[in-house]
């Protein structure tokens, strides 16, 4: 297969390329900041490029012709706990987290869906913090607010390349231990990863537009 990855140099990207490369799959792997992990797994199917996916500027390196699979997984979190508090969160952050979560994937899905054939898939790394019905604890208005309006973009993705046979899911990768959690979490990327492709590897499964935790579990939304 060939799978395109976004925001893949460390945390659950760079557990997706290790993934995809050790079943034999060509990986295209797209970095904003090159942190030295990537280059360090070098082979014939790994391909690197730069991509920021908050700007509309596109990548800096050679598309594939055709791609089997997107995982739209960079993201940010933005200001702390109490930085995105009722009382402190800002404008510029809301947009700033918005512009990276929600606008990133779409862009990238603008770019890339016409290299995608009928049969292949886009998978959006979404979070519960993104689920109206699971938000019994208030507050993290802008990472909440970003992958919430992910998953209704991906759900418009879903219907809107129906036609063109390409399956679209909104995943979460559970709480997992990587540099957005500070290495909290509870669970490592290696964890996380196995379910999510697990889930990815029997995706028509689940109806295009689902919302899937890296457990198999559907996320209400
Ligand atoms: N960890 C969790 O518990 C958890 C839970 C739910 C959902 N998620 C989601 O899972 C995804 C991966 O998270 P993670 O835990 O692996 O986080 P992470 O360790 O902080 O890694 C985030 C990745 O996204 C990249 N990125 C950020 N902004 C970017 C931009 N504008 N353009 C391109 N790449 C960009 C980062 O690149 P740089 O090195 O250049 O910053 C990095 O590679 C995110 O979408 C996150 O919201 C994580």
Not at 15 to 37: I, K, M, P
Not at 48 to 75: F, H, K, S, Y
Not at 96 to 111: A, H, T
Not at 120 to 125: E, G, P, Q, R, T
């Amino acid at each position: 297969m060939k799978i395109l990855v976004t925001g893949a140099n460390r945390g659950i990207g760079l557990g997706f390329v290790r993934h995809y490369l050790q079943q034999g799959d060509e990986v295209w792997a797209c970095y904003r900041t090159n942190s030295g992990a990537l280059p360090e797994l070098a082979c014939d199917r790994l391909h690197l490029l730069r991509w920021d996916v908050g700007t509309d500027q596109g990548p800096e390196g050679e598309l594939p012709d055709q791609l089997d699979m997107l995982i739209n997984n960079a993201g940010i979190y933005g200001p702390d706990k109490r930085g995105q508090s009722l009382q402190q969160i800002s404008s510029a952050a809301m947009q700033e987290v918005f512009n990276v979560d929600c606008i990133g994937p779409l862009r990238v899905v603008q770019r890339l869906h016409r290299h995608m054939p009928a049969g292949s898939l886009i998978a959006n790394i979404g979070s519960k913090m993104g689920s109206v019905a699971d938000n019994r604890s208030g507050g993290t208005y802008a990472y909440r607010a970003a992958k919430a309006a992910l998953v209704i973009v991906s759900r418009s993705m879903a219907v809107d390349l129906a036609a063109d046979g390409i399956h679209v899911l909104t995943l979460h990768p559970g709480w997992v231990s990587t540099d957005m959690t500070r290495h909290g979490g509870l669970i490592d990327v290696a964890t996380s990863v196995a379910g999510m492709t697990q889930v990815l590897a029997r995706c028509r499964d689940y109806p295009s537009g689902s919302f899937v935790a890296f457990d198999g579990s559907l996320v209400p939304f």
